[in-house]
């Protein structure tokens, strides 16, 4: 018999810096595997209740995990290196990670559409953003502190620090106190198409249940209506629009 270890499989350096990716994604993996399941078992609100406190926790034991093995240091959970980057690096580093956040978004709809066919890649696109829309506006209200139901001006702030924040050209007008209207300018995802002399991208289907979800996780309050989203038809100055109102 003999102690089983890594080591004992040899890899090159190359190996392991691709075996030490792998791992991460792995964790990444088996932490969305466990909200899943706590989901499943207490509802989307209570796996996010349980999310907050493993959060909380996490931040200390991987710090201290990094600073004792790589020699980061921390302020308060955050790596000083990132605090010492001048704005516009750190503003760059977001607008990278939302490109890269699209892009994986486009490699799975394609993948899904050549394995089996487009309408169960829609099918797919949609149901994700079921679940993505209200885990980023929780994770934008816990950013923010917004606290339970902070209105239209909630939303609106919370709409400028979505992913495709960084990505398209976004208007936002204030039609009365109660009434919130966002306006997609410029779509990366329909600007590629048009460029390629393809026609819009029917995307109201997902658009439906991504707005709403995201406006219902700000505030429950808060009822939303689509003016306009492929396939409609649409004017030169916008994608697709829609309007938010706050319930009395």
């Known amino acids: 018999m003999s102690i089983v270890s890594f080591k004992d499989v040899k890899m090159n350096k190359e190996q392991k810096c691709e075996f030490l990716f792998s791992?991460?994604?792995r964790l990444i993996f088996h932490h969305v595997f466990w909200f899943k399941e706590v989901e499943h078992q207490l509802g989307f609100e209570g796996a996010l209740e349980v999310l907050d406190n493993?959060?909380?926790q996490a931040k200390k034991v991987?710090?201290?995990r990094l600073n004792k093995d790589l020699g980061i240091e921390f302020k308060e959970s955050i790596p000083q290196k990132l605090l010492d980057l001048e704005d516009e690096k750190l503003e760059a580093m977001m607008e990278t990670i939302s490109k890269m956040w699209l892009a994986n978004d486009g490699l799975w709809f394609?993948?899904?559409e050549n394995l089996i066919d487009l309408n169960d890649a829609k099918r797919c696109n949609d149901t994700c953003w079921c679940w993505f829309s209200p885990f980023e506006a929780w994770t934008i209200k816990r950013i923010l502190n917004l606290g339970e139901n902070p209105?239209?001006?909630?939303?609106?702030k919370a709409l400028k620090l979505r992913m495709y924040?960084?990505?398209?050209?976004?208007?936002i007008k204030w039609v009365h106190d109660n009434i919130l209207e966002f306006y997609m300018k410029k779509?990366?995802?329909?600007?590629?198409?048009?460029?390629?002399g393809l026609p819009d991208y029917p995307c109201k289907s997902a658009g439906l249940v991504e707005y709403r979800r995201f406006a219902y996780g700000i505030d429950k309050n808060i009822k939303t209506e689509c003016i306009g989203c492929p396939p409609d038809e649409h004017p030169d100055d916008w994608v697709c629009a829609w309007r938010f109102l706050l319930k009395k």
Do not use: D, P, Y
């Open 23 to 25: 791992m991460i994604h």
């Open 54 to 56: 493993v959060l909380n």
């Open 62 to 64: 991987h710090t201290n």
């Open 110 to 112: 394609l993948s899904v």
């Open 151 to 156: 209105g239209l001006k909630g939303l609106e």
């Open 165 to 171: 924040a960084f990505l398209n050209v976004q208007e």
């Open 187 to 196: 779509c990366r995802v329909q600007s590629a198409r048009k460029r390629k």
